[in-house]
């Protein structure tokens, strides 16, 4: 059974940038699109983007200027790099594991993982 | 980019209770779509994928349906373990996309 988990710093300056990765146990890298969601407090859930071992990349438009996502196979990790955040950014990040068949959905997640955008 | 419209926002029903959840997409996205159920501090969990295949583990009671622009997710006997958010996901295009949830009260 293939586990995810985030991690990374739960607390970010305005200005700076959010980094955070997803540990990936019990599988590969390969033969699934990777992703990352967002849930701002109370709130419903946002599309981040996806990636691929082949290099293909989709990132949400309304964040693509500030966004990498971007995998480590040696690690079996994949992260994301959020730039110039704001407090709208405070959210809890969940990373996915997403099926590669024409419309594919995300059928493992991790448990999430809450960043505060906060001086 | 695809907007998803789900009704209710919040349903409140007893336990037995069957439950509907319509899910509007809008422009075509063929059986692209998938349910999760998300309680609360809790992730997403799938429960549907390609509108109507249910996913390994998820209890028979929860059933999908739907193509093009209308989705249900039925719940045939509702459970008080079955209190959650419910979301649709569009996975036709870039940007995939949620509904806004319906909220679950037992």
């Known amino acids: 059974q293939m586990q995810l988990q985030e991690s990374g710093p739960g607390l970010v300056k305005p200005s700076e940038t959010l980094s955070l990765t997803c540990t990936v146990s019990g599988g590969s890298l390969n033969n699934y699109h990777w992703g990352w969601i967002r ?24 964040l693509k200027s500030r966004l990498t996502i971007s995998l480590d196979m040696s690690k079996n990790q994949f992260s994301l790099k959020l730039t110039s955040v704001t407090a709208a950014d405070t959210a809890v990040y969940y990373c996915g594991r997403r099926t590669v068949v024409a419309g594919g959905w995300f059928d493992s997640w991790g448990q999430g993982t809450l960043v505060t955008v906060s001086s | 980019d695809i ?104």
């Open chain 1, 39 to 62: 849930q701002p407090p109370g709130k419903g859930l946002e599309w981040i983007g996806n990636t691929h071992v082949s290099g293909t990349t989709y990132y949400n438009p309304s």
């Open chain 2, 3 to 106: 907007q998803l419209t789900q009704s209710p926002s919040f349903l409140s029903a007893s336990v037995g209770d069957r439950v509907t959840i319509t899910c509007r997409a809008s422009q075509g996205i063929n059986t692209y779509l998938a349910w999760y159920q998300q309680k609360p501090g809790k992730a997403p969990r799938l429960l549907i994928y390609a509108a109507s295949t249910l996913q390994s583990g998820v209890p028979s009671r929860f059933s999908g349906s739907g193509s093009g622009t209308e989705f249900t997710l039925t719940i045939s006997s509702l459970q008080p373990e079955d209190f959650a958010t419910y979301y649709c996901q569009q996975l036709y295009s870039y940007p995939l996309t949620f509904g806004g949830g319906t909220q679950v009260e037992i």
